[in-house]
């Protein structure tokens, strides 16, 4: 065995509310639905030109690997530039940069009218509008939200694949305490160092320009850049209260600890971390999907 157990994930068209209820998110499935953002302007507009005329003097964060390493940059962004420049980097190399929950309509939120919140489920937040940018070949590597949202990410630019996994698979994962990361390698899973991940099942697509990707509450998620691109990714917290209440417990008080003890201890804590991670028992589930 030197790979995953990989499945492919649904892919639908066409999809009613009480259908995509029934079908996916009641039962905490991911699907594809390829027309869900058809008729959003931005699919047309949206162009690397476009932003960097328009909005090319924005200041952005900018990403790399070292937002997950132990040390100084941890959870960190890795300097502040023009968006021109990053625009001007990502559509001309292959390197590990990338804006990450990048919130462009508090700066111009007349983009908003470009966009079209989806209509097949209620709770989903016009507030918080993230887009992710990345370059061809970077990497956001597997980890799921602290805070636990439905997801909607739909592609506007670009070609990205999406490995997904259940929430119930984190101890098959190596799920670090503190936080919501894991630091196996989903392309090329070493299976005598995580001998637990002979037991994992998995998702795997790749997603094309105009389609949208649904990953229910706690879906793990590594994702890669085969083009440089972007997206965007609207929440739906419309959750149990039990799910609400972890939620908040990650954003308030394991992350903010997490960070703290990595300011401290950056090395010590991360193999603690590491060392808890590997000693929880293996899980298997009992229900797949596919």
Known sequence: ?????????????????????????????????KNLASSWPALRKWTPEYFTREYGSLQVKVYDASFTQAGTSYMSSLKK??????????TTSST?????AFNIFWQAPELKKDILIPDIASGISKKFIFMFFGCKGSVTPLHYDPDLPHLFHTV???????VLFPNDESRNLYKHPFNTR???????????????LKNVTGYQEL?????????????WHHMVYEEGGYAVCTRCSH??????????????????????????????????KEARARAQRSVTLKKRWT
């Open 156 to 162: 506007l630019h670009g070609k990205k694949r999406v």
């Open 96 to 100: 590990d940069l990338r804006l990450f």
């Open 207 to 219: 997603l094309y320009p105009g389609e949208t990707l649904f990953m229910p509450s706690g879906y």
């Open 81 to 90: 530039v023009p968006f021109k420049e990053f625009l001007n980097v990502m």
């Open 1 to 33: 065995m030197t790979q995953l157990r990989l499945l492919p994930i649904p892919r639908v068209e066409n999809l009613t509310a009480a259908e995509f209820q029934k079908l996916y998110l009641e039962p905490n499935r991911a699907v594809v639905i």
């Open 239 to 272: 959750l149990p209260m039990a799910k609400k209440l972890r939620g908040y417990l990650n954003m308030m008080v394991f992350f903010p600890i997490d960070k703290l003890m990595n300011s401290l201890i950056p090395e010590r804590w991360f193999h603690w």
């Open 182 to 196: 894991s630091y196996v390698d989903v392309d090329h899973p070493d299976f005598d160092k995580f001998p637990r």
